[in-house]
Antibody, heavy 121, light 110 residues
Framework: QVQLQESGPGLVKPSETLSLICDVS?????????WGWIRQPPGKGLEWIGS???????YYNSSLKSRVTISVDTSKNQFSLKLSSVTAADTGVYYCARPRQNSDKACFAYWGQGTLVTVSS | QSVVTQPPSASGAPGQRVTISCSGS????????VNWYQQLPGTAPRLLIHSHNQRHSGVPDRFSGSKSGTSASLAISGLQSEDEADYFCAAWDDILNGYVFGTGTRVTVL
């Protein structure tokens, strides 16, 4: 079954851009599905960041939309997250995930283990 | 703050039944399928229930979901120590045009 693994810097300075990659294995991104990012501040709840289809169709959390870019690289079978102008409020665990069905934009059945990103100078 | 609200905590003794509520509006729970996730301490969330009341593969039948109007519920029967976790409901929201998670409920097994 599909496996996902996040990677990227664990420490980002305020005002800089947070960049993460999700490597997908045992499934080809170009075969379909939306691919999503979700985050969780320390001790708090889950927040959906956005979802993207390999075709380019995408949906973003309206509260983050001006700062977020999610893209797909089918040649590397990975998708990425960029969040600009970060502040301490962007600190948290970032998860990449895939929905249960090809037609779902969310309803995430497969998750990466998550990666902690701390925003601090 | 989320547009979908849950009680912050719930508890029960082993073997008891615990119910968690999830309250939204016509733009999310009232108009879309509801999903439930379980998050054990220090781990990624796990999909428990999709489409209001369908258990995801491998989920014990002790877990059940329901929906009525703009609210949904997750019931855990025969509560076990390994059920101690955070539980989140979620649904698509037409006004936000995005996926919204509930505020989360921590279940404690007494």
């Amino acid at each position: 079954q599909v496996q996902l693994q996040e990677s990227g810097p664990g420490l980002v300075k305020p005002s800089e851009t947070l960049s993460l990659i999700c490597d997908v294995s045992d499934y080809s991104i170009s075969s379909g599905y939306y691919w999503g990012w979700i985050r969780q501040p320390p001790g708090k709840g889950l927040e959906w960041i956005g979802s993207i289809h390999h075709s380019g169709s995408s949906y973003y959390n309206s509260s983050l939309k001006s700062r977020v870019t999610i893209s797909v690289d089918t040649s590397k079978n990975q998708f990425s997250l960029k969040l600009s102008s970060v502040t301490a409020a962007d600190t948290g665990v970032y998860y990449c995930a895939r929905p249960r069905q090809n037609s779902d934009k969310a309803c995430f059945a497969y998750w990466g283990q998550g990666t902690l990103v701390t925003v601090s100078s | 703050q989320s547009v979908v609200t849950q009680p912050p905590s719930a508890s029960g003794a082993p073997g008891q039944r615990v119910t968690i509520s999830c309250s939204g509006s016509s733009s999310n729970i009232g108009g879309h399928t509801v999903n439930w996730y379980q998050q054990l301490p220090g781990t990624a969330p796990r999909l428990l229930i999709h489409s209001h009341n369908q258990r995801h593969s491998g989920v014990p039948d002790r877990f059940s979901g329901s929906k009525s109007g703009t609210s949904a519920s997750l019931a855990i029967s025969g509560l076990q120590s390994e059920d101690e976790a955070d539980y989140f409901c979620a649904a698509w929201d037409d006004i936000l045009n995005g996926y919204v998670f509930g505020t989360g409920t921590r279940v404690t097994v007494l």
